[in-house]
């Protein structure tokens, strides 16, 4: 561990993972001081996806710390892929990253932050993904002494938290009509929710995860998602964030059967369905399954005064039926000076593969196009 100092506060730099298991107190009490913090920022996701998927020696976590009080901190690691790079704990499956700073602190736990970052990057370019709009990270950026530059990320959707009748009348006629009617079948089927305990999430998350991948079979499922690693870490952190009230892990049963299952991330400022998975044969009882989640979780978060129910990455189509707020994250690229040219080199390949990207989407439908004609000659 290596250490210095910035005014009154101790800016410090984790390596051991026993250390960084012991800070769940301190952690969730800094957690709950910043007020831009999700629930990918708790503890119990953090720590769970390091014995998931960290690697010996590349743990690194800056912490700020005020009298022995955790009033700052930024849970990264180093990866050479090829370059040296320090990015954030939670890897792809996490929708959101911010650094943790006590908002009543703010003003000098920034500058203290950006200070230890500094010191930890000095071989490697910082490169801090899907971090929300408003997030405290956005003023370490406008902190930080050496090279930056900001790119932009995936694309989130949000919905205030309003009664669900109100969020279908902000959808046009016709769509309102469709989801009325699709509810008064799904709650002619009976479907009963069950909220899941912290000693059932084991059971629980097997039950999402066979369900998800039937869901998903033939269609294209997240490879991450079926893996061992990935039910260990989900089953862990839901479990430790169930007990926190951190999640929410909601089955939904019809005839005693569990048909669908979902997993909801909470935090001050939002709730975010994370995963569900749910019986393909509930289209034959004309049930919709991602109303009926959206009902729940909305009708959730208006009790708990969450103001804003978020569908987490992607814009699929059926999320926009519902007119959500488009959120794009940022990635923001952090360098000292001596490495500026290492990350415009990074910078530069970033933007080189979104290029190929984009040219890979355009062609894909003249791909399609052009496989149909050649399917008709066949026929022909």
């Known amino acids: 561990?290596?250490?210095?100092?910035?005014?009154?506060?101790?800016?410090?730099?984790?390596?051991?993972?026993?250390?960084?298991?012991?800070?769940?107190?301190?952690?969730?009490?800094?957690?709950?001081?910043?007020?831009?913090?999700?629930?990918?920022?708790?503890?119990?996701?953090?720590?769970?996806?390091?014995?998931?998927?960290?690697?010996?020696?590349?743990?690194?976590?800056?912490?700020?710390?005020?009298g022995g009080e955790l009033v700052g901190a930024a849970?990264?690691?180093?990866?050479?892929?090829?370059?040296?790079?320090?990015?954030?704990?939670?890897?792809?499956?996490?929708?959101?990253?911010?650094?943790?700073?006590?908002?009543?602190?703010?003003d000098q736990v920034v500058p203290a932050l950006a200070h230890g970052l500094h010191r930890a990057a000095r071989g490697a370019v910082i490169d801090l993904r899907e971090v929300r709009p408003g997030a405290a990270a956005e003023r370490l950026y406008g902190e930080w002494p050496g090279a930056r530059t900001r790119l932009a990320d995936s694309t989130c959707m949000e919905l205030p938290a309003l009664p669900f009748d109100e969020l279908v009348k902000r959808m046009p006629k016709a769509g309102a009509q469709r989801v009325r009617a699709k509810l008064r079948k799904t709650d002619a089927a009976g479907i009963e929710e069950h909220e899941v305990t912290e000693q059932e999430v084991p059971s629980a998350v097997r039950n999402l995860l066979r369900l998800h991948e039937k869901q998903w079979r033939g269609r294209g499922v997240t490879p991450e998602h079926l893996k061992p690693r990935f039910a260990e870490h989900l089953t862990r952190a839901t479990r430790r964030m169930v007990r926190c009230g951190e999640g929410r892990l909601t089955e939904f049963r019809l005839e005693g059967k569990v048909v669908a299952a979902n997993v909801t991330l909470l935090s001050a400022g939002l709730s975010g369905g994370y995963l569900y998975g749910a019986d393909p044969g509930l289209r034959d009882r004309k049930v919709d399954v991602a109303t009926l989640l959206l009902r729940y979780e909305t009708g959730?978060?208006?009790?708990?005064?969450?103001?804003?129910?978020?569908?987490?990455?992607?814009s699929e189509p059926y999320k926009n039926h519902w007119r959500p707020e488009v959120v794009v994250n940022q990635r923001l690229l952090l360098a000292t000076a001596p490495l500026a040219p290492l990350l415009r080199l990074h910078e530069s390949q970033l933007s080189g593969r979104e290029r190929a990207v984009g040219a890979l989407r355009e062609s894909l439908p003249a791909a399609r196009d052009w496989r149909a004609r050649l399917n008709e000659l066949r026929v022909r």
């Open 75 to 106: 849970a990264l690691m180093l990866v050479h892929r090829p370059l040296p790079l320090l990015v954030p704990l939670g890897g792809g499956i996490t929708d959101y990253f911010d650094v943790l700073v006590d908002a009543e602190y703010a």
């Open 300 to 314: 959730r978060a208006l009790a708990e005064g969450r103001p804003v129910v978020s569908f987490l990455r992607g």
């Open 1 to 66: 561990m290596s250490a210095g100092s910035t005014g009154v506060l101790s800016v410090t730099l984790c390596r051991d993972p026993r250390q960084f298991a012991g800070l769940e107190e301190p952690w969730n009490r800094l957690v709950r001081a910043c007020p831009t913090a999700t629930p990918f920022q708790s503890h119990a996701w953090l720590h769970s996806w390091w014995l998931s998927y960290g690697r010996d020696g590349r743990l690194r976590v800056v912490l700020v710390r005020r």
